[in-house]
């Protein structure tokens, strides 16, 4: 079993290389122009995503709750090594990643208070 595992490891990065200079020499371009903005993409994306999961990391772990933040920066990590990844194929499918709206929802401002939810005032009609 490990012996498939690794064969699937190397052939399906191999085939994506393929795939990719096939593409390549079917648009009549050559084949780094396929390679190189999805590198850089990638590096940018993963440099931004790491700053960012350490700090929010660190939020979910004092509030002992893992929020979706976190999840939603683990998945921008992914199309980053995605993209990092040479080949055509796997940019589009780090693209998908990137589309996929974010999870995070604005939480509601708690409100404390000590007596009755009544607002005390005066108020004058204007005519």
Do not use: C, H
């Not at 009549?28 to 995503?49: A, C, Q, S």
Request: glycine share 6%; no cysteine.
């Amino acid at each position: 079993m490990p012996l498939v595992m690794l064969g699937i490891l190397v052939a399906l990065p191999m085939l994506d290389i393929y795939a990719t200079l096939r593409l390549a020499e079917a648009l009549n371009v050559p084949g780094w122009t396929l390679f190189v903005p999805g590198v850089i993409f990638g590096v940018t994306i993963f440099k931004r995503e790491t700053r960012n999961l350490r700090s929010r990391f660190a939020a979910a772990m004092q509030s002992m709750t893992l929020r979706p933040i976190v999840f939603d920066s683990g998945r921008r990590l992914l199309a980053a090594l995605l993209l990092l990844a040479p080949g055509f194929l796997s940019d589009v499918f780090a693209l998908f990643l990137l589309l996929i709206p974010s999870r995070a929802v604005a939480q509601p401002a708690t409100v404390v208070a000590s007596g009755p939810q009544t607002m005390d005032g005066e108020y004058r009609r204007v005519e």
